[in-house]
T-cell receptor
Framework: KQEVTQIPAALSVPEGENLVLNCSFTDSAIYNLQWFRQDPGKGLTSLLL?????REQTSGRLNASLDKSSGRSTLYIAASQPGDSATYLCAQTGGGADGLTFGKGTHLIIQP | GAVVSQHPSRVICKSGTSVKIECRSL??????MFWYRQFPKQSLMLMAT?????????EQGVEKDKFLINHASLTLSTLTVTSAHPEDSSFYIC?????????????FGPGTRLTVT
């Protein structure tokens, strides 16, 4: 059974700091890894998708990396802003036809 | 970009009644859709995989007779919660996979919050 673990479960930092969210997964035969953002009571916003053949993806202030050998992915947020406050979810799939296995998320608070 | 809609966004029903949730891919044809649910302060859990024209595949522990899935067309999948009980209250989210994309990315709907009283 695939498992995805996210550390830390919660994080509170002052505005402007750079931060790293961690995700580990047990399935080495990973197909895709996605990072999502979820605001309270809302659906998911896809942030970045990394295919198994890729090592990282970047979008604006966000950078996600993938290390299949160690079973880890990180989401780097540069120059954090209060609007970045949300729960960040990491999810992986073992195949294109498979559903996603989600971690429990990191609840991020950026203090103004 | 690919857009997935869900209807309704919120529904309140009485215990023992059935509720149908629709998931539509608006600008692409989805041969495969997925249904997830999220309990308060928990992460999303895959319930079932919905394949157009065939029976859905349910995850272990999900009752197929309680959660009926119909993927009758390439743009519509429905989830019917039958004989709903308060413990079925949850946030239900669907996703659709665009087969034209090379990454097999899943696009998520906005979710449906079900409250069973």
């Amino acid at each position: 059974k695939q498992e995805v673990t996210q550390i830390p479960a919660a994080l509170s930092v002052p505005e402007g700091e750079n931060l790293v969210l961690n995700c580990s997964f047990t399935d080495s035969a990973i197909y895709n890894l996605q990072w999502f953002r979820q605001d309270p009571g809302k659906g998911l916003t896809s942030l970045l998708l990394i295919q198994s053949s890729q090592r990282e993806q970047t979008s604006g202030r966000l950078n996600a990396s993938l290390d299949k050998s160690s079973g880890r992915s990180t989401l780097y947020i540069a120059a954090s802003q209060p609007g970045d406050s949300a729960t960040y979810l990491c999810a992986q799939t073992g195949g294109g036809a498979d559903g996603l296995t989600f971690g429990k998320g990191t609840h991020l608070i950026i203090q103004p | 970009g690919a857009v997935v809609s869900q209807h309704p966004s919120r529904v309140i029903c009485k215990s023992g009644t059935s509720v149908k949730i629709e998931c539509r891919s608006l600008d692409f044809q989805a041969t495969t859709m997925f249904w997830y649910r999220q309990f308060p302060k928990q992460s999303l859990m895959l319930m079932a995989t919905s394949n157009e024209g065939s029976k859905a595949t349910y995850e272990q522990g999900v009752e197929k007779d309680k959660f009926l899935i119909n993927h009758a067309s390439l743009t519509l999948s429905t989830l019917t919660v039958t004989s709903a009980h308060p413990e079925d209250s949850s946030f239900y989210i669907c996703s659709a996979r665009d087969p034209q994309g090379s990454s097999y990315e899943q696009y998520f709907g906005p979710g449906t919050r079900l409250t069973v009283t």
